[in-house]
């Protein structure tokens, strides 16, 4: 017989806790566009790693301020937000590994004439993956979207004909600046909605 978890629904309840407020989707945007940019300019992998640490307490501050002030606080077992930060720098720092290695065993390392143009597919599927697993552990559909978004716009910067204007390195660059639009955009509208339906809490009062 499947054994199933007691403890399951707590804790996809207090994972939604943490990200139905939608700022944890502002928090990615602009590190996704970091990332993206580092897909230009390699020097940016260590500003990203310093931002992922930044923009973790950053929503940490955010989720204390916004939920936590509506809906109470929930302990969780690990920070969400921190773990879709960290999918989204695997996401470029696995693609451009690959990239290396490609390009250091046909000629000069991150040369263009050998940068394959499916890496937006690499990218893609490691971001729709974490997306999904955000998804099913906290019940919450717009990471499905997230992931499908993912996966398309990986197909789409893959195979759509740009022209020489766009190099193989710029369609993985677009991906990242895509995903981080999608998520800037969602996230204000998931926030304006928290914010307007959810009231803050009243003070408890004090006797005496």
Sequence with gaps: MPTTDPLRPLRQRA???????????LVVAPFAVIVGGA??????????????????LASRFLRQQVADRRIGYAELPADPPRALLLTTMAAGVLTLGIVALITFFNGPIWNLEHWPDWTPLVAGSIMAAGFLVTAYRAALPR??????????????FWLYPFGPRINP????????????GLLLAS?????VRFV??????PAEGHDG
């Design 15 to 25: 994972l939604r806790h943490a990200l139905e407020d939608g700022t944890a989707d």
């Design 196 to 201: 307007r339906t959810r009231p803050v809490l």
């Design 39 to 56: 897909t230009q300019n390699r020097s940016l992998i260590a500003l990203a790693a310093v931002y992922l640490a930044i923009l973790a």
């Design 169 to 180: 390195s710029d369609r993985l660059t677009l991906l990242f600046f895509a995903l981080a």
């Design 143 to 156: 990471y499905y979207l997230y992931a499908a978004a993912s996966v398309g716009g990986a197909v789409f």
């Design 187 to 191: 996230g204000i509208a998931v926030l």
